[in-house]
């Protein structure tokens, strides 16, 4: 089991930019796919990003694509996401999750659904004010 905390959530201005990290415990982070969902008020969860185990492959919901950016260090047990060109509809909750069903999966059936990934985040607040 692959245990997650998020950090770096905060409150910033439309326009302005956050990075999330996301800090992975245990030896097999690297074996897996990872993601970055969101839950606004109200709303079910959402995809947001992925990455594949070797950070080769990434993939983005439609609402982000241009404007944020998945990364992972697997020296550091860490993924990242980095948000640019922040809107007020980007205020959520953060949560990242790990996709342990397949290990070194590198091919292109993407995990998007909450419900394929097993390991998840306390979650962290994004707030954009306009």
């Known amino acids: 089991q692959v245990q997650l905390v998020e950090s770096g959530g905060g409150l910033v201005q439309a326009g302005g930019s956050l990075r999330l990290s996301c800090a992975a415990s245990g030896r097999t982070f690297s074996w897996y796919a990872m993601g970055w969902f969101r839950q606004a008020p109200g709303k079910e969860r959402e995809f947001v990003a992925g990455?594949?185990?070797?950070?080769?492959?990434?993939y983005y919901a439609d609402s982000v694509k241009g404007r944020f950016t998945i990364s992972r260090d697997n020296a550091k047990n860490t993924v990242y996401l980095q948000m640019n060109s922040l809107k007020p509809e980007d205020t959520a909750v953060y949560y990242c999750?790990?996709?342990?069903?397949?290990?070194?999966?590198?091919?292109?059936?993407?995990?998007?659904?909450?419900?394929?990934?097993?390991?998840w985040g306390q979650g962290t607040q994004v707030t954009v004010s306009s």
């Open positions: 999750a790990a996709d342990t069903r397949r290990q070194f999966y590198s091919g292109s059936s993407y995990a998007t659904a909450s419900a394929d990934f097993s390991s």
């Open positions: 990455i594949n185990w070797s950070g080769g492959s990434t």
